[in-house]
């Protein structure tokens, strides 16, 4: 099993940043691929972003391509999404995501834990 927690959310207005942080518990975060999603009212659950096991190859949705970078840091067991030049329309909750599969997945359902999610919400 492992345990997944989110930080790092809150309010922020359009053009401003933030960093969420996934701490892992449980198991050692290196032997799994990391996702990021996020959810807004009335939406359904979308991909974000997310990095490999090992050598940290990372892969963004066009949304946030350019604008969010995803990181590990597999000696603190935690996993990080830097997002800068937010938008209104990135108002969501996001939750990370844990994969034991080799391939990183890019849909929700190659993933096998969940964390509970933070909101971040971008006033206009």
């Known amino acids: 099993q492992v345990q997944l927690v989110e930080s790092g959310g809150g309010l922020v207005q359009a053009g401003g940043s933030l960093r969420l942080s996934c701490a892992a518990s449980?198991?050692?975060?290196?032997?799994?691929?990391m996702g990021w999603f996020r959810q807004a009212p009335g939406k359904e659950r979308e991909f974000v972003a997310a990095i490999s096991r090992s050598v940290g190859r990372t892969y963004y949705a066009d949304s946030v391509k350019g604008r969010f970078t995803t990181s590990r840091d597999n000696a603190k067991n935690t996993v990080y999404l830097q997002m800068n030049s937010l938008k209104p329309e990135d108002t969501a909750v996001y939750y990370c995501?844990?994969?034991?599969?080799?391939?990183?997945?890019?849909?929700?359902?190659?993933?096998?834990?969940w964390g509970q999610g933070t909101q971040v919400t971008v006033s206009s």
């Open positions: 449980g198991r050692t975060l290196s032997n799994y691929a």
């Open positions: 995501a844990a994969g034991r599969g080799v391939v990183v997945p890019t849909t929700s359902f190659g993933y096998d834990y």
